[in-house]
């Protein structure tokens, strides 16, 4: 575990030698403590750790709710080519068409999918999306002198849900699951009411289970003037076989990273997007891109807007991959989402009979068993004994109502041998669990092995610093 | 294109297992099913990449003159290898460390960095831009004062600017023009947003004595290689913008926001933290910590909704750092320095005015004699993105390591025109 501050070398000169600089000495920097390493150190270094990390190239990575499918590489080099990377955002319009068309053919390739009248690509992830979402629901109520202090979301949603709510200062309220895994109505009932601003659902929910009274709850919704959010993190479940604005919503973010096939690079960066209604349009972020006389122009003047969430217009990189994602697939779009539901009932049916199955419902694009049924700490268990096969666990203790959760979302891109494979691990781990307990307790055999997260958080060591 | 494995035996065998006759009626619960889709046809890897790259065409690359949030430095080739192996790239957020390593040692050495150029205790592993991350610690020093009046010293950047009033319309804050006991936070970007290196030590001063938090912001890192840090100045907060360390310009995004904190902060960091811990053994090994604070966790109590970061970026700037270490970060700050010293004694000497007073770092003003509308497209005319306009017939112009000596004597030469 040698970090790279534990080198030092001759250093690999990429730029020519410097005299130094004229700055005022009480402003001058004394002591600059990086090491001087050279490039085939460094080479050798980070192929090191790159060893050391998993990633949908090594194998299936079924984390639910995170949409880990294979990233295209064609992608890649797209985003690299140099009037795309080489580009700065200042640059004037005129001599930058080329990437505010990306932007503006996205937009509408978005509109379609979705239904929705308007998109804007600036949110970074997912969660800036929200923010953005309930910022303009916070904006439009105020202007309509609503006083509106509530948000209805279900317990089974995204923690961004109500941490986003919570930074608006609204209040949540949270509606528990019904038997079947929907949000239950006759408490969604209870709750809405002329306080509430919007109601944020997930559709399919983190169940992985499409909600059965969405029609009924925009209903309700719509009769006391609130807004209905869908969080659109598992389009991947229904892409060109529905529209989310179809199905009632004003709003919908997407996580270009999970639906549209950029990589997830170890935790980011994500791309977020926001589509909305024409009534709530005004109030997306500047600057906006038109098309004026067949040239695009960022249009900065939008008296509504809530204003600005990005130094510049967004993950522009990230949108140029989506874009291209789009572009492949095209009127075939609705593939990417039958097989995707088609993968995950399969590998639900293949394991079915050894875990705990708390809804008992065909699931949408991923889907939630428990390990309750194998004792506490089950879960954690068989997680940390899956990486000693050579695979990756799936999203574990989440949704948080269902105990010893494991959520699992294979994506369309995982053929029925890698399902079979991950089934028949799972199934062996079972057996080792009943006949070997400490094996598992124990797991993962690697080094290092099972870390202890909670000396991490009471011993804090967070970086690395020079020895006095 | 299609990137999906079954073949049709595997299909009617799927379906069989589950129960179901056809894969339509797996999704039939759907609904309204749309009636059309006006996408496009799909489209081959070749086809694709001849359209994607006649988009791309019609962007002109000049040679760079601006910064402004954005800067134009050298990217050694190290990097692009490196990010791209498919370990780092395909990978997600290490929610089981034992298979994620490589990136939590990764993020480690990221936060370690921060610090050590900063001059502060403890940086996160990433936030998504400068502007955000700006916005996210006027937040953490609400949270901590318990107030919710926010002042910010002239000179940041003006995008930032909006993004910060943005997120403080949506969260009830409020900008304010005075420092008083509503002041959760003293907001200053240094160098500012003109180029000019300050000396923070009285606003600090000024800061700590009202109980307030002083917020450091930077917009081009590369300079802390040669200006004194901001935590030896006393500041508790650190942002800015990381794109200098081998990101591509790539029109804005996707970037690296970071922030570092003094120790009493620690537990108010938004984002992922990466920490070192030991397994059963005592063979130590890196996690995410102080989780406690997140999303996933605490729901609506959580310090920010921040959920995916920038790790790639965080990555990409680790090697950069690497790659160049002290000789290489310094030699790229004094080239910085030293081209847009040059540029603008040139000027200078062709007649323009100067608008700096104070020492600069790479950026800096000039009131041009004629309209700087005009200038810019003469310069875009020979190839050169010659500054931002910003008003008042002013040109902020930017040099990095890369403006050659012969550039700089055109830019003189049509700039002066």
Known sequence: MKLIFEYNQANTKHTPEEKDVDVPKELKRENLLLPDVNEVQIIRHYTELSKKNYGIDTNLYPLGSCTMKYNPRVNEDIAKLAGFSNIHPLTPVNQAQGALEVIWELQEDLKKITGMDAFSLQPAAGSQSELLGIMIAKKYFAEKNENRTKIIIPDSAHGTNPATAAMCKFQTVTIPTDKRGNMDLDEFKKEIGSDVAVVMITNPNTLGLYEENLSEIKNLAKENGALMYCDGANMNAFLGISKPADQGFDMIHLNLHKTFSTPHGGGGPGGGSLGVKTFLEDYLPVPRIKKENNEFVFDCNQEKSVGKLHSFYGNFGILVRALAYVRSWGTDIQKISKMAVLNANYLFSLLKEDFDVPYDRRCAHEFVISAKNLGEKSTINIAKRITDYGFHAPTIYFPLIVKEALMIEPTETESKETLDAYANILKIIIKELKEEPELLKNAPHTTPGRLDEVKAARQLNLRWAPQE | ?417
């Open chain 2, 1 to 417: 294109m299609n990137y999906i494995p079954h073949t049709k035996e595997d299909i009617s065998k799927m379906l069989s297992v589950v129960g179901c006759s056809t894969v339509d009626e797996l999704v039939s619960e759907f609904k309204p099913r749309l009636s059309e889709l006006n996408l496009n046809n799909p489209m081959s890897e070749m086809e694709l990449v001849a359209y994607m790259t006649s988009l791309s065409e019609k962007n002109s690359q000049m040679k760079c003159f601006v910064g402004g949030g954005s800067y134009d430095h050298y990217i050694p080739s190290v990097i692009n290898h490196l990010v791209s192996r498919g370990e780092f790239l395909t990978s997600y957020t290490p929610y089981q460390p034992e298979a994620s390593q490589g990136i939590l040692q990764v993020l480690y050495e990221f936060q370690s960095y921060i610090c050590l150029l900063t001059g502060m205790d403890v940086s996160n592993a990433s936030l998504y831009d400068g502007a955000s991350a700006l916005a996210e610690a006027a937040l953490l020093s609400s949270a901590y004062t318990k107030r919710r009046g926010i002042f910010v010293d002239a000179g940041l950047n003006p995008e930032y600017l909006k993004v910060l009033q943005t997120y403080c319309d949506g969260t009830d804050l409020v900008i304010s023009n005075t420092i008083d006991e509503n002041t959760a936070c003293v907001i200053s970007q240094n160098p500012n947003f003109n180029g000019e290196i300050k000396n923070p030590t009285g606003l600090i001063e000024k800061t700590h004595l009202n109980n307030s938090l002083f917020i450091n912001c930077i917009s081009d890192p590369t300079s802390l290689a040669i200006i004194k840090p901001p935590g030896e100045f006393g500041a508790d907060i650190v942002v800015g913008e990381g794109q200098s360390f081998g990101i591509p310009k790539s029109f804005g995004g996707p970037y690296l926001g970071f922030m570092a904190v003094k120790q009493f902060l620690t537990k108010k960091l938004p984002g992922r933290i990466v920490g070192i811990t030991t397994d059963g053994k005592g063979n130590e090994g890196f996690v995410l910590t102080l989780q406690a604070r997140e999303q996933f966790i605490r729901r609506e109590r959580a310090t920010s909704n921040i959920t995916t970061n920038q790790t790639l970026l965080a990555l990409t700037a680790t090697i950069y750092l690497a790659s160049l270490g002290k000789t290489g970060l310094q030699n790229v700050a004094r080239a910085s320095y030293h081209n847009a010293h040059l540029l603008q004694e040139k000027l200078r000497k062709k007649g323009i005015d100067i608008v700096n007073t104070n020492p600069f770092y790479n950026e800096f003003l000039v009131k041009t004699p004629k309209s700087t509308e005009k200038i810019i497209a003469n310069l875009a005319e020979h190839n050169i993105f010659g500054g931002i306009d910003v008003g008042d017939n002013k040109l902020l112009v930017c040099c990095t390591e890369k403006n050659s000596l012969q550039d700089i004597d055109l830019y003189v030469k049509e700039a002066s025109i």
